[in-house]
């Protein structure tokens, strides 16, 4: 292949390719019960456990989450709902332009009756 020819591919090349490396990362997951089913409106926390950060959403109508954008670094997890155990995983290490997938399974909180 000639360098004109090499020359005129790259210029063919829309500049938006060129700029579209990812230099964040993404943790996506779902939620579910001991029984398989989904938890919507769960509250998940992921935090950034060098810089502090920290980033809330919940989980849709599927259970599903998404945390995008998130600079690369180590991270902790707390997912929380009403009736049930909260549960926290850390040393999730996120690499430039990963996606990582992070379950969680919810177990039930024992009703406690309120002393008189």
Partial sequence: MS????????LCIPASYLLAQRTTAEIVGTIT???GGTITQAQVNVINQDTGIRRGVSTNEL???SVPLLPPGSYRITVQYQGF????????????????????VLEVAPWRRRSR
């Fill in 63 to 65: 259970g599903n989450y």
């Fill in 85 to 104: 155990h909260p549960v926290t995983r850390t040393g999730i290490t996120l690499a430039v332009d990963q996606t990582a997938r992070i379950d969680f």
């Fill in 33 to 35: 019960d001991s029984s």
């Fill in 3 to 10: 360098r004109l020819t090499l020359v005129a591919i790259f």
